[in-house]
């Protein structure tokens, strides 16, 4: 009876100490995963897929990229579910950070946004100021897609529409697609419409889109990138760790040439321009 009761015992201990370790190799597992929530445009031109190879080569980390808008990803870092962002939203990103839900916000990287339409230009904007631009398109009732999904880009041009003094909102010619930059650059390009994108994914999707740049160089059309590490303390659960490699990496001198070189060879010129380490003055902001 004892010896029955002993084995029993043994094999309860053995079968406890499995549980522990398969345990223990899970939350190792999931601890060397890291939970990315970023921009569409970032995934659409194809920068991180040659960033997120290296750092996870360099890191040992393994990364889940969520690519949605700006808002999306930062309402993702409200409630703790990615471990660090990548976007393009300054007003709302500093209210995040204002609010608690971000440790650690840093100057990674811009381009420019551009507003893009049929060569026909039928609202006549080429070459005009942003505001004056949405002025005519108003004025010609052209169409204009707008992504509509709270995304960075959509911030932007909700601050253009504004400082046009132009509300949009419920008017024929403006159609909100409410989806990410590249789809929403094939329905502008289907519909013979404008809409404001961030230059790297246009000319990652140029070809075939049958669409040209009208409007660039406005001092407005600025589009900065920043990284932010999540509150751990407000979200224990957040991999802290991880996250904080990310970062770091994003702003090393390596990361940083990679990102400066990225689409020289096939566009002739940069489509990011790194910025780690610089001054947010030094960008407006």
Known sequence: MKRQAGLKLGITTIATTLAILAWGTVAVAASKTIILATTTSTQDSGLLDVLVPLFEKESGFSVKTISVGSGQAMKMGEKGEADVLLVHSPDA????????????????????????????????????????????????????????????????????WKGAAINPDGQKWYQQTGLGMGQTLNIAAEKKGYTLTDRATYLSLKKGLGLEILVEGDGKLLNIYHVIELNAAKWPKVNAQGGKAFADFMITKKTQETIGRFGVEKFGGPLFFPDAGKKPESLGL
Do not use: C, Q, W, Y
């Not at 070459?127 to 932007?156: E, P, Q």
């Open 93 to 160: 990103e500093k209210k995040f950070m204002a609010d608690g839900f971000g440790s650690s916000r840093r100057l990674v990287m811009h381009n420019d946004f551009i507003i893009v339409g049929p060569a026909a230009d039928p609202a006549k904007i080429k070459g005009a100021s942003a505001a004056d631009a949405l002025k005519r398109v108003a004025a010609a009732g052209s169409i204009f897609a707008s992504r509509g999904d709270n995304s960075g880009t959509h911030a932007k041009e909700k601050g253009l």
